[in-house]
């Protein structure tokens, strides 16, 4: 299996930074040997390197380099399974970032990419990269937004609303609410919510099913809300389906099912995001485990649902990094007026920054709301504020407008 690992660490003062092309051509050599891709970069103080390889090479590669004293301070920043190498041509580049222009640096990077679609600005790997070359990781300051006054006007979406009842013999329907940066008027996202036939809430349509079915209908009613993703015109945009965990572990081939219910609708893996919902205790972590791992080394995003509340919380995600993690609406409901919600939230952005993982406010009614979110560094929001979740379709988007100061 293809994993990836990468590392910041500091140079050892006491090695010349002279050196660093032959420790380069030695390292490129073994890499070689044991078939880890990768690059790294170099800022005169700093390293900061992706290893992409077989697994267990990869881990006893960076056992040695955390061994060696020419390393100091490593920090491991991600540990990641993909589809293929993203630097699959090259031995070890490196880049040593006092040689180049800041701003041709990241156009260099993307063009050793080899991967088709994990090379974007959107791939967890490459922020790490742009962070790394911005220096931002060095200093992690929130910039607070100026005072709120803004309207929300509704917009059509481009999407092709479906009408008609439902079809005879499909068991559920799916309402969709897209999750959005508003301030880039850009939708991240739908969200596919389960609904019984006629749009009764999940908790109507999982009551009507039979226990020992639960599993299966849930992974099963994947192919509807994909189909319906079709059917609106869903394009290049992105898909974020629920399952529970267990849905994963319990059916049998869960993953191959989903890969294959994806590819009858005509999408990729890498524009869906699978969110685990948590209301039950993980029971078989292990099994769990070989799922994600299955579903990252196909392309597919994981996102931790409803974190900070029930089960989904801190220990989950000590266990697993997902792309993304959307904070319960308990938390976010009249976060501008509670302080231990703000310092949670705070916590949570801080936490994810760190690793990398995109953070997604949920439940976002007001506006007071929006504007200590985006304060505190949020950028991704689902809520009534925006959208509601519609019926086969996608309800206009309310996107925020500076109201004009009357002087
Ligand atoms: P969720 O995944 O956290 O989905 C968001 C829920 O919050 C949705 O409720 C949505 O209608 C609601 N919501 C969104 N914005 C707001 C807001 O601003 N205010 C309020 N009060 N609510 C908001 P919904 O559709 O009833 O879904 C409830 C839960 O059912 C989902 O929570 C998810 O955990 C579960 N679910 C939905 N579809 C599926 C599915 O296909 N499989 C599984 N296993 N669970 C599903
Ligand atoms: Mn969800
Ligand atoms: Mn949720």
Not at 280 to 283: D, F, G, L, R
């Given at each position: 299996m293809l994993s990836t690992l990468i590392y910041r660490s500091r140079l050892n003062p006491d090695v010349d930074s002279g050196e660093l092309n032959q420790i380069v051509l030695s390292a490129q050599r073994n890499n070689e040997k044991i078939s880890v891709t990768g690059i790294l970069l170099f800022d005169g103080d700093y390293f900061f390197q992706i290893l992409e390889g077989p697994y267990a090479e990869v881990n006893a590669l960076f056992q040695d380099i955390c061994q060696d004293s020419r390393h100091n301070t490593i920090v491991e920043l991600m540990r990641d399974y993909a589809p293929m190498r993203r630097f699959g041509n090259l031995g070890m580049e490196l880049f040593d970032l006092r040689h180049f222009k800041r701003e041709f640096v990241l156009e260099a990077v993307l063009a050793k990419g080899t991967s088709k679609y994990n090379l974007t600005y959107d791939d967890r790997a490459f922020k790490f990269i742009r962070t790394f070359v911005e220096g931002r990781w060095r200093d992690q300051v929130q910039e607070i937004s100026e005072a709120p006054g803004w309207q929300f006007i509704p917009e059509n979406t481009p999407f092709t609303k479906l009408t008609g009842s439902t079809p005879v013999g499909q068991p559920c329907e799916f309402a969709l609410q897209p999750i959005v940066e508003p301030l880039q008027y850009r939708i991240s996202s739908l969200e596919a919510l389960i609904r019984s036939p006629g749009g009764g809430a999940p908790a109507h349509y999982f009551a009507s099913l039979a226990k020992d079915k639960l599993y299966e209908a849930d992974l099963q009613s994947k192919a509807w809300a994909l189909s319906l993703a079709k059917k609106i015109g869903l394009g290049n945009h992105m898909i974020s389906i629920n399952l529970l965990p267990m849905s994963l572990v319990m059916v049998p081939g869960a993953v191959e099912i989903l890969l294959e219910q994806i590819a009858c609708n005509g999408l990729v893996p890498e524009q869906v995001i699978v969110e685990v919902t948590e209301d039950?205790?993980?029971?078989r972590f292990d099994e769990f485990e070989t799922a994600i791992r299955q579903l990252r080394s196909a392309g597919i995003s994981l996102a931790i649902d409803d974190f900070g509340s029930g089960f989904a919380g801190l220990s989950l995600l000590s266990r697993f990094q997902p792309e993304k993690i959307k904070i319960d609406r308990q938390i976010i409901t009249d976060v501008h007026k509670n302080g231990v919600r703000q310092a949670i939230v705070q916590a949570i952005v801080k936490c994810c920054s760190s690793l990398e993982i995109s953070v997604v406010a949920e439940g976002v009614e007001k506006p007071e709301e929006w504007c200590w979110l985006e304060a505190a560094g949020i950028r991704h929001f689902q809520g009534y504020l925006f959208a509601r979740p519609e019926l086969n379709g996608v309800s206009p988007i309310a996107w925020p407008r500076k109201n004009h100061v009357l002087k």
């Open positions: 039950e205790v993980i029971s």
